[in-house]
């Protein structure tokens, strides 16, 4: 069934989506697909076993405005695209990795606030995994 003059398809619906549990989950899957690009693969949204609520290029795009505004500088990047392309983070036992990890650990915090907002990363926010059994415990009205 021809689709009607300026209507586009829609290959997935966003409610069926299912985001990312972490910022190094995005990130991982993000530069998997830019290499996969780049070795010749053909990428469509929607084709995926899991439908995922971006394409690579959104988390991209994040970064890019983060470096833009200063917040995330070329050697973050770097350390980005290395351990990116490896799929795994730097490990804190290898003192050779360290002064990565560290970067690492900066871009992350960095990129997972915007990719929270988009919608693209759900969870607990970096850094604020909570203990089993403890409780959140709202501030009282008017208090912050």
């Given at each position: 069934?021809p689709l009607a003059?300026g209507r586009?398809?829609?290959?997935?619906?966003?409610?069926k989506?299912?985001p990312?549990g972490?910022?190094?989950?995005?990130?991982?899957?993000?530069?998997?697909?830019?290499?996969?690009r780049r070795?010749g693969?053909?990428?469509?949204?929607g084709r995926g076993t899991?439908v995922?609520?971006?394409?690579?290029?959104?988390?991209?795009?994040c970064?890019?405005?983060l470096y833009?505004q200063r917040?995330?500088e070329?050697?973050?990047?770097?350390?980005?695209?290395i351990?990116?392309e490896?799929?795994?983070?730097?490990?804190?036992?290898?003192a050779s990795?360290?002064?990565?990890?560290?970067?690492?650990?900066e871009?992350?915090?960095?990129l997972?606030?915007?990719l929270?907002q988009?919608?693209i990363?759900?969870g607990?926010?970096?850094?604020m995994?909570?203990v089993?059994?403890?409780e959140?415990i709202?501030?009282?009205?008017g208090?912050?």
């Open positions: 069934m003059p586009a398809p829609v290959l997935a619906s966003l409610a989506s299912e990312f972490s910022v190094e989950e995005a990130w991982f899957w993000t530069m998997a697909a830019l290499i996969a070795d693969a053909r990428l469509s949204a899991v995922r609520p971006c394409e690579p290029d959104d988390v991209v795009k970064l890019d405005r833009r917040r995330i070329l050697h973050h990047a770097r350390v980005m695209r351990w990116g490896r799929g795994t983070a730097p490990n804190p036992r290898f990795e360290r002064g990565d990890l560290r970067l690492w650990r871009a992350m915090e960095r997972d606030f915007p929270r988009k919608g990363v759900a607990p926010a970096r850094g995994a909570l089993e059994g403890a959140v709202p501030f009282p009205a208090r912050a």
